[in-house]
């Protein structure tokens, strides 16, 4: 649980693997004062074993689970129909892939808040010990009464494999209402867990990870590697720095919607990287003059914005989230974030569900992550470019399909959900003596991803919630501007789905009534993608065709109140078997065909002709196919009409009474014990 990195209860201290055995030793001779290890105070206490892990791979639970096949509705790309819902047929076919029995990832919220408990009174935890005056006191009387489920909810988990490691890295969040309303939360914090390759948590686990010379506030990332390794125990609440005024009325503060993903430093090591949105202040001078003496007074304003956090990195203060400097955590570490700000465009007041994805090119050029690209709407598409190297946050449009849209205007009910998964990038890396170009065409890269549809009123309940699979191509055009060629990215989205229900029973919105899934809201949101091992991709050998095996894990929640994950199979078999627009080359592809032929080939896979963009008098959007939201509407219609059905068929056959859902609630999770909470409620009256 402790930020902190005494190690004496540790049961393992996990080292890269690439670490050799003299880098092991030379970091434990330059750190004794950490973990007592061979020193002279170590008297008896419990050594950490120094390991580094034999597992390189972890789809053998993948493998191994128990598959069935799941049908789902997709619309493609292939012809324009100019956003007539009647032609919609012509974009739709139905697509199969393989699912197994999702898992609910359960955790003691009790134990948890046990040791928060614990640490605040220690006052061993500087992070704790500033957001306890919104919860200590309530907690205390939650954990005597034992009713913290009524109070603290864990949802919204991602999680990455880490590679050097042979771990999973788990982030949730956890939320507290001291009006036990979990939608209405008072403050968001984010819990960090490690999992070993078949998912069993591993309890106090450290890890030594490549960290940042926080002192260095003007170059973060200039140091010596070697020599700036952080030990961090798991699990733990990751010190996110957060604008907080416990005397005020704020709600909704801390990190939001946080979602994890892996990126590729400037030293070559790939880190966790957390995107999230949070309430943060800033200063600007105010027009009004109360004393009278010719000066305004300087006025402070909350903004809701997007945010990323480096958990393996660090800074002292939080200056960067409250606006200006305080003394009481001036001196203070907190985990490194960074806002990210549309360049030359006003700050909003409101900024939520980006979208992030890596590009492959870009880190083969740069060698390494140095832009972080979100998609900021899909109706209309907009992709973001965000440099994240430096410490300005500063974000440009690599693409509108329509300029003229204001960036402040509603993105629509297609939005959030996983990040985007590189296609390019994950064979590349799993694969690197495969022959990415005779796969994908040069200059193309292809993504994968679960946004989810936020439906109002559409027949079950005040608000649906689904995931909707999405791919998305950047085909890079080199032109002529001015006598100079440039690069030109264009982006699309090929293939958009209906809603996609993965087979998942869904917990009515009032815990206490779970089958009643008609009553508030329904929801089954995807949070991330965990990891997409490609276990093979070759031509079949009697047809011109690509094969594949491949396993995909997905994060998802339910009712804002689970975190389960789900094994899929077969996703890139999906994506290579898509018809018309093609997103792959066929395995016998002429690399010397004539100039007809390439033309014909480039319409086949939907890439732009250069000469559509070199003619001042054409709109691209409309000599090109797919260039529109006709997909996206299509799936948008179709997720209507499951939605409508799915109350139908609730109202016609009354509340389930699925024995299954066993598999996804803890019955003790949702206790409503109205002795409990009562006695609760007098105990904490008459304190006051």
Known sequence: MRQSSKLDNADQLLFPRDFKDVDIKRFVAENLHIFDIDSSSHQGSKTPKLIRSKYKDQTSSQVKSSYKDHEFTIFDSKQNIDLDLNKCEVLKSNKIVQIDDPVNMKTSLKNILTRVAGEIDEGSNHYLNAIAPYFIKELKQQLKHDVVNKFWYRLSGSSVWLEQYGVHLLVSRIVYSDRAVRNQPIFSISYAQLFDHSWKEMMNTSLIVPSNDYANESDPLNHDPRRSYKVLAYPHIIPIPFYQDANSKAKYLGPEDSHVSLVKNKNGYEEPLIVYNSVHRKYSPSSKDDDKDGKGRVEGYNYRSMFVCWPWQFQVGKENVDGKGNKEYDKKIYTRVMELQIKNNKRQQKQKNWVPLISHSDRVNDGYDKNLYFTYRWANFEILKCDISLNSGQCVFDYR??????????????RGGTQMVNVNEIIATQHPKFNLEKLIP????????????HLADCGCGDRMYRPNLVVMVRDSITMTEDGKEVVKNIYKTTHVSSFITFDVPIIGWDLAKPTEVCTGMNILLPNGISSWNIKSIEKKSDSNE???????????????????????????????????????????????????????????????????FQDPKKKYTEELIGYNNDNIVCALESSTKFCAEYGKDYKSQGPSSNEDYNNFINENDIDESVDKIAEYNMELKQES
């Open 546 to 612: 690509w094969h594949s095996e491949d396993y995909m894990t997905l994060m998802f929640a339910l009712s804002d109140f689970t975190v389960h994950r789900m094994n899929i199979k077969g996703f890139l078999s999906l994506l290579l078997k898509l018809d018309k627009p093609s997103l792959f080359l066929s395995p016998d592809e002429n690399s010397t065909i004539d100039e007809a032929t390439e033309k014909a080939r480039m319409k086949d896979m939907g890439i732009p002709e250069m000469a559509v």
């Open 401 to 414: 399909l329509d300029p003229e849209i204001d960036p402040g205007a509603s993105v629509g009910p297609l």
């Open 442 to 453: 040069a200059n193309r890269e292809i993504w994968l991803g679960f946004p989810r549809a």
